[in-house]
């Protein structure tokens, strides 16, 4: 099995930009397509951003498109998130995530179908 942790995470401004990285350990990261998800408070853990197990094909939900990119480098073992124009609503812990099987949007983007799991980093927007 593969162990994901996170890094990055912290306190925004509103329209600055965060990177976020997830390291993987104990197996190769690139036997696995993966994504990014995010917790508020009070809510439920929502899809952010998927990608495939070689970097060529993404998703994004509609709410970050055009200013998250998810990207990966599996000579590092690393996925990472960079985000950009961030708002206070962006305001989450954001978990990765890593799973086998296909690389739909179905799969990619309910949480039920990941396999692997990281601890979490905080990301605060303040306005």
């Known amino acids: 099995q593969v162990q994901l942790v996170e890094s990055g995470g912290g306190l925004v401004q509103a329209g600055g930009s965060l990177r976020l990285s997830c390291l993987g350990s104990?197996?190769?990261?690139?036997?696995?397509?993966t994504g990014w998800f995010r917790q508020a408070p009070v809510k439920e853990r929502e899809f952010v951003a998927a990608?495939?197990?070689?970097?060529?094909?993404?998703y994004y939900a509609d709410s970050v498109k055009g200013r998250f990119t998810i990207s990966r480098d599996n000579n590092k073992n690393t996925l990472y998130l960079q985000m950009d124009s961030l708002k206070p609503e962006d305001t989450a812990v954001y978990y990765c995530?890593?799973?086998?099987?296909?690389?739909?949007?179905?799969?990619?983007?309910?949480?039920?179908?990941?396999?692997?799991w990281g601890q979490g980093t905080q990301v605060t927007v303040s306005s």
């Open positions: 104990g197996r190769f990261l690139g036997m696995y397509h």
């Open positions: 990608i495939d197990w070689s970097g060529g094909s993404t």
């Open positions: 995530a890593a799973k086998t099987g296909p690389f739909t949007i179905a799969a990619m983007t309910e949480r039920g179908q990941y396999n692997y």
